[in-house]
Structure formats: structure tokens, C-alpha cells
Nanobody, 122 residues
Framework: QVQLVESGGGLVQAGGSLRLSCAASGRTFNTYNMGWFRQAPGKEREFVAAISWSGGLTYYAAFVKGRFTISRDKAKNTVYLQMNSLKPEDTAVYYC???????????????WGQGTQVTVSS
């Protein structure tokens, strides 16, 4: 069982940066792949980024490549999403997720956090 708690959301102007954090509990954190999804008002939840359990493999949605970076700190049981060059269309609730499958973490993760709001003003 993995429990996830996100933080770091907020209001930022277009072009600005935010770093989201996701603190995970559970002894198996270091064996799980981690990811981020987002859901904008009126839209379906969509995949943003994923990182493998080892940290050696990452994968990004096309719309965030070059702007967002996912990373993890195993010692702190935390995964991060550094978001740069933010755009108004990045406004959404961002959810942390985990799954022990590399396919699952990008499509239908088993575990979810409660979400953190990111609002980008123009």
C-alpha cells in the first residue's frame, strides 16, 4: 500500500515556475514507478510525466517536453515535478500517482494522491 500527498501548487503568472512535491508513505516506495497526471475543468484526466522505480527512466507527455522535469529522492520518499515556462493551459489539478507497472503508471495507476491546484494567469 502506498499513500501519496501532494504539495506545491499555487497561482503563478505565465512564464513562471512551480515545483510540485509528492510525499509517499510505505516501505515499498522505492520499488514503485511514480507519475503525475492533471485534470483541467471540464476535461478528462491526462498523463503528464512518469519516472521509473530506479529513477533511470523518465517519460513525458508531448505537451510538457522541455518544460517539465520529473525526479525522485529515494531517501526522502518524494517525487517532484519541476514546471517551467508555465502557460495558462497548464492550469489544472495535478495528481501524483504510483504503480509497480511501467505501463500502468502511464495509463491507469493503482494509487493516487488527493491533488494540488495549479493556476497559471495570463
Amino acid at each position: 500500500q502506498v499513500q501519496l500527498v501532494e504539495s506545491g501548487g499555487g497561482l503563478v503568472q505565465a512564464g513562471g515556475s512551480l515545483r510540485l512535491s509528492c510525499a509517499a508513505s510505505g516501505r515499498t516506495f522505492n520499488t514503485y514507478n511514480m507519475g503525475w497526471f492533471r485534470q483541467a475543468p471540464g476535461k478528462e484526466r491526462e498523463f503528464v510525466a512518469a519516472i521509473s522505480w530506479s529513477g533511470g527512466l523518465t517519460y513525458y507527455a508531448a505537451f510538457v517536453k522541455g518544460r517539465f522535469t520529473i525526479s525522485r529522492d529515494k531517501a526522502k520518499n518524494t517525487v517532484y515535478l519541476q514546471m517551467n515556462s508555465l502557460k495558462p493551459e497548464d492550469t489544472a489539478v495535478y495528481y501524483c500517482s504510483s504503480d509497480n507497472s511501467w505501463v500502468g503508471i502511464r495509463q491507469a495507476p493503482d494509487y493516487w494522491g488527493q491533488g494540488t491546484q495549479v493556476t497559471v494567469s495570463s
